[in-house]
Nanobody, 125 residues
Framework: QVALRESGGTSVRTGGSLRLSCVAS????????MGWFRQAPGKEREGVAA????????TYDWSAKRRFTISYDRDENTLYLQMNNVNPEDTAVYYC??????????????????WGQGTQVTVSP
């Protein structure tokens, strides 16, 4: 069982920046994938990006790629999402997810086994 705990969600104005964090409990082995998903009000949850334990990044939301950066600190078992130049369309609950082995090529939520509780990001005009 892998426990995930997100933090860093806050209210920010358009054009601002913030960084989300997700601390993971210890993995059973070294092959795992961690990802960020988000769910805007009234919309389906969608994938943002994922990163494999070797550092390979899989992008799910190409429109966000120019402004968001996913990274992983192996020593701290912490996943990050650096969000720059945010806008109101980025308002959502952001979820951290994890699974063993490779990252899915597409944002298949069912492929991720472990989920955090989510952290709210609100962007005001």
């Amino acid at each position: 069982q892998v426990a995930l705990r997100e933090s860093g969600g806050t209210s920010v104005r358009t054009g601002g920046s913030l960084r989300l964090s997700c601390v993971a409990s210890k993995y059973a082995h070294t092959q795992y994938c961690m990802g960020w998903f988000r769910q805007a009000p009234g919309k389906e949850r969608e994938g943002v990006a994922a990163i494999y334990s070797d550092g390979k990044i899989t992008t799910y939301d190409w429109s966000a790629k120019r402004r968001f950066t996913i990274s992983y600190d192996r020593d701290e078992n912490t996943l990050y999402l650096q969000m720059n130049n945010v806008n109101p369309e980025d308002t959502a609950v952001y979820y951290c997810a994890a699974r063993y082995f490779q990252c899915p090529i597409v944002a298949n939520q069912e492929a991720f086994t472990y989920w955090g509780q989510g952290t709210q990001v609100t962007v005001s005009p």
